[in-house]
T-cell receptor
């Protein structure tokens, strides 16, 4: 079946603009995660959705970052008033069940460049 | 102290040899442990998961877990050039998972 998909694959924007990144998880997966990965660095956790529970937003770096997940499926990560330090690859992952017990499957990522 | 620590490398191993990748973690309550492989410019993909002390083998890969020492490792036997990648260790407890920053492995012909 289809894996995790993300769009756009690349996004170039100007400093101060807002951007929206989209993630389509694997069908039937209840958990969805967003990570950020800067060049040569590890994965930085941003936010986690599990079913209908309130999301774990503990990794969001500032209030310019927000995310929602509609209908328990598609998720959108929004970055307002982008800064150059926001440039990174944004990865989405999904898993069948709760984080920690199930394998996470990653999407191809969105490479964000803020000029 | 980072919650999950890995040597960033690069770790250079001759083709055909055993590559040994190590990871330590700080949370004694951690329950699940994962090794992901990430090729340059690509997304991480799961190689191994391990949940109990001891060894777990899958083909050329063996994961080793020692909860008392808070240590998890990945051995790659008969290393191939295609194994050249960054290997991410991930540690989970309940609803929280933490990734290490990864070890870059290079297999030299």
């Amino acid at each position: 079946g289809a894996g995790v998909s993300q769009s756009p694959s690349n996004k170039v924007t100007e400093k101060g603009k807002d951007v929206e990144l989209r993630c389509d998880p694997i069908s039937g997966h209840t958990a969805l995660y967003w990570y950020r990965q800067s060049l040569g660095q590890g994965l930085e956790f941003l936010i986690y959705f599990q079913g209908n529970s309130a999301p774990d937003k503990s990794g969001l770096p500032s209030d310019r970052f927000s995310a929602e997940r509609t209908g328990g499926s598609v998720s959108t990560l929004t970055i307002q008033r982008t800064q150059q330090e926001d440039s990174a690859v944004y990865l989405c992952a999904s898993s069948l069940g709760p984080q920690g017990t199930d394998t996470q499957y990653f999407g191809p990522g969105t490479r964000l460049t803020v000029l | 102290q980072k919650e999950v620590e890995q040597n960033s490398g690069p770790l250079s191993v001759p083709e055909g040899a055993i590559a040994s990748l190590n990871c330590t973690y700080s949370d004694r309550g951690s329950q699940s442990f994962f090794w992901y492989r990430q090729y340059s410019g690509k997304s991480p993909e799961l190689i191994m998961s391990i949940y109990s002390n001891g060894d777990k083998e899958d083909g050329r890969f063996t994961a080793q877990l020692n909860k008392a020492s808070q240590y998890v490792s990945l051995l790659i036997r008969d290393s191939q050039p295609s194994d050249s990648a960054t290997y991410l260790c991930a540690v989970a407890r309940a609803s929280k998972i933490i990734f290490g920053s990864g070890t870059r492995l290079s297999i030299r012909p």
